[in-house]
Nanobody
Framework: QVQLVESGGGLVQAGNSLRLSCAASESSFRFYPMGWFRQAPGKEREHVASISWSGDSSYVADSVKGRFTISRDNANNTMYLQMNNLKPEDTAVYYC???????????????????WGQGTQVTVSS
């Protein structure tokens, strides 16, 4: 079964940038749409962004629109989340996931995803 491994998290000051990576263990990665979610302490898991299998269509949540960009490199089985102008409210554990079911257009429900990475911590200080 494919495994997903996130990396690139860390501690940054507000206004700075980070790029998260999600590396898949198998080339089957390229056939699935993918997504990023985040979960802050005491809060529910929140959809951040999703991308089509080819990478030519993507969606980002309103809370990060204009600051975050999702992309993928199918040749290297990797997905990215570029996060610019980070804010303290972006602090969370960030997860990548494989979208297996199609309920809505952009896969904003975690129920549509079957394989998840272990998460990477992003902490933004003010």
């Amino acid at each position: 079964q494919v495994q997903l491994v996130e990396s690139g998290g860390g501690l940054v000051q507000a206004g700075n940038s980070l790029r998260l990576s999600c590396a898949a263990s198998e080339s089957s990665f390229r056939f699935y749409p993918m997504g990023w979610f985040r979960q802050a302490p005491g809060k529910e898991r929140e959809h951040v962004a999703s991308i089509s299998w080819s990478g030519d269509s993507s969606y980002v949540a309103d809370s990060v629109k204009g600051r975050f960009t999702i992309s993928r490199d199918n040749a290297n089985n990797t997905m990215y989340l570029q996060m610019n102008n980070l804010k303290p409210e972006d602090t969370a554990v960030y997860y990548c996931a494989r979208r297996y079911l199609i309920y809505g257009i952009w896969g904003t429900s975690s129920a549509e995803y079957d394989i998840w990475g272990q998460g990477t911590q992003v902490t933004v200080s003010s």
